[in-house]
């Protein structure tokens, strides 16, 4: 592999980590708080297996870096200062309500559907076997996502209209989960990712009848952003990490 090809790779994969980490991370505060115990349980396990993806990533990272992967990944969560982060302004924005999680999860796993069944069929060994281990648990989180999605925008006034709240405010943001790196294009041409505007024409093929169907209506393409950018942290992202390290900051020597 050359060095301007691993180094994109390293890149993206760092990128997908990053996002998965802090969604997962967003998910875990809705611990004791979800609006019924039985989806108290179940969310709290959806946010696992994005932490354990991460945790997957930053190993494939660790690979590529030939670094040994015993304390990679505590050094990548625990260690590092905002500005090294990756992710996405869409997974780091604050939890909001209910409607708000369950949507951005659920438009979060379309998205990560289409990437895995993409990477899983590469020439690369360590892309291929991470998307099809990831891909199982998908097949669970995304009908559970969806049918909240549908649940929430056929049932009371009240719960629609906060979905088409959590929807409007999600929108603007998408590009920060659809743009690509800026040396991703080689990637791309190697064949292991699938060029950007194809994911996101295929994600909103998938979602856009889905969200109709569920009674809402699709924010305008004027209102999506092109401000948002993986080299800036969020608004919100500070206090997130902050929440997230507190423990290492406190018992440096232990992490």
Same mark, same amino acid.
């Given at each position: 592999?050359? +060095? ?6 390293? #890149? ?8 998965? %980490?802090?969604? =997962?991370?967003? /998910?875990?505060? &809705?611990c ?12 709290? /396990? ?18 590529l870096? @030939?670094?040994?992967?015993?304390? *990679? ?18 997974v780091?924005? !604050?939890? @909001?309500?209910?409607?708000f ?22 020439? #690369?060994?360590?892309l291929?076997? %991470? ?11 995304h009908?559970?996502? !969806?049918a909240?999605?549908?649940?929430? @925008? ?15 405010? %999600? ?6 989960? *659809? ?6 294009a080689?990637?791309?041409?190697? =064949?292991?990712?699938?060029? !950007? ?5 295929? &994600?909103? !093929? ?9 009674? %809402? ?9 092109t ?9 919100? *992202?500070?206090? +997130? ?12 020597a232990v992490?």
């Amino acid at each position: 592999m050359n +060095l301007t090809l691993q180094t994109a790779l390293e #890149h993206k994969v760092l990128a997908m980590a990053d996002d998965q %980490l802090i969604l =997962g991370h967003r /998910n875990a505060e &809705w611990c004791g708080h979800a609006p019924i115990l039985e989806e108290d349980v179940t969310f709290a /396990n959806i946010a696992l297996d994005e932490i354990a993806h991460a945790i997957s990533w930053y190993g494939l990272l660790a690979e590529l870096r @030939g670094e040994t992967n015993d304390h *990679f990944a505590n050094r990548m969560i625990y260690q590092r200062p905002a500005a090294d982060f990756r992710s996405s302004a869409f997974v780091e924005l !604050a939890r @909001g309500d209910w409607s708000f999680s369950m949507l951005r999860q659920y438009l979060f796993d379309v998205m990560e559907t289409l990437l895995l069944d993409h990477l899983e069929k590469t020439d #690369h060994k360590g892309l291929a076997h %991470l998307a099809t281990k990831m891909k199982v648990d998908e097949y669970y989180h995304h009908p559970h996502t !969806a049918a909240w999605v549908t649940h929430l @925008g056929k049932s009371a006034p009240e719960n629609k209209e906060r979905l088409q709240s959590a929807l409007d405010l %999600l929108w603007p943001h998408l590009d920060s989960l *659809f743009d690509p790196l800026p040396d991703e294009a080689v990637i791309v041409k190697a =064949g292991w990712m699938p060029p !950007a505007d194809q994911l996101r024409r295929d &994600w909103l !093929a998938r979602v856009i009848p889905h969200l109709k169907e569920s009674g %809402l209506h699709i924010p305008t393409s004027d209102s999506i952003s092109t401000k948002p950018s993986r080299q800036s942290r969020s608004v919100d *992202f500070d206090a +997130l990490l902050t929440s997230l390290q507190a423990m290492a900051r406190l018992f440096p020597a232990v992490w």
